[in-house]
């Protein structure tokens, strides 16, 4: 795909199936987003691969476990949603930002260097013919799902990519006018 093309056209698409990247077409999503733009070279992500039945269920017991901590009365409907989330898609890449203290590279920069990175797999799916989205919500701000992960209370979720192919024919998203964002002055 024309690299043009694709910056012009990349779009989310929320309705995703399998099959997932392969490890080789992962290999190559997983260099694009370390392609991404790091002042001082600090390397401040982490991303954590969740791939397959069992590994998707796990997840979802994760999710469980930091929705029931935050909210001990979840109702039974809300559990079982927690639960089902992961399989949105057969693929989900938690993106993380690990900041690291620099007297030259705020945590604002940091955590854009790791939006950069999803933004590298976002682009690294679809040239391969494959799409993703990337969701937040509640548990991307959640301190006992980041606990669960291993992550420090300092650190953040910047969100979680759902990657798989698309269960509908990709189209050119909308074109926004850009003399409605940029100024000359």
Same mark, same amino acid.
């Given at each position: %795909?024309?690299?043009?093309?694709?910056? /012009?056209?990349?779009?989310?698409?929320?309705? /995703?199936?399998?099959?997932?990247?392969?490890?080789?077409? /992962?290999?190559?999503?997983?260099?694009?987003?370390?392609?991404?733009?790091? !002042?001082?070279?600090?390397?401040?992500?982490?991303?954590?691969?969740?791939?397959?039945?069992?590994? =998707?269920?796990?997840?979802?017991? =994760?999710?469980?476990?930091?929705?029931?901590?935050? @909210?001990?009365? =979840?109702?039974?409907?809300?559990?079982?949603?927690?639960?089902? %989330?992961?399989?949105?898609?057969? %693929?989900?890449?938690?993106?993380?930002?690990?900041?690291?203290? !620099?007297?030259?590279?705020?945590?604002?920069?940091?955590?854009?260097?790791?939006?950069?990175?999803? !933004?590298? %797999?976002?682009?690294?799916?679809?040239?391969?013919?494959?799409?993703?989205?990337?969701?937040?919500?509640?548990?991307?701000?959640n301190?006992?799902?980041?606990? =669960?992960?291993?992550?420090?209370?300092?650190? @953040?979720?910047?969100?979680?990519?759902?990657?798989g192919?698309?269960?509908?024919?990709?189209?050119?998203?909308?074109? $926004? $006018?850009?003399?409605?964002?940029?100024?000359?002055?």
């Amino acid at each position: %795909m024309d690299a043009i093309e694709l910056l /012009l056209n990349r779009g989310s698409f929320g309705k /995703l199936e399998e099959p997932a990247p392969s490890n080789e077409e /992962l290999q190559i999503i997983q260099r694009a987003a370390l392609r991404a733009p790091d !002042h001082k070279g600090l390397r401040p992500w982490k991303f954590f691969v969740y791939q397959g039945n069992d590994s =998707l269920k796990q997840l979802g017991e =994760l999710f469980l476990q930091a929705k029931l901590k935050s @909210e001990p009365d =979840l109702p039974q409907a809300k559990q079982e949603k927690a639960l089902a %989330m992961p399989f949105r898609a057969p %693929m989900i890449i938690i993106a993380c930002v690990e900041y690291q203290e !620099h007297e030259k590279v705020p945590k604002i920069e940091q955590a854009i260097s790791c939006g950069c990175a999803v !933004h590298g %797999m976002l682009f690294a799916l679809q040239a391969q013919g494959f799409a993703g989205y990337w969701r937040t919500g509640d548990l991307a701000f959640n301190p006992f799902l980041k606990e =669960l992960l291993g992550l420090k209370p300092s650190d @953040e979720i910047v969100g979680f990519l759902y990657a798989g192919t698309p269960k509908v024919s990709i189209t050119k998203p909308d074109q $926004v $006018v850009p003399e409605d964002y940029f100024f000359k002055s």
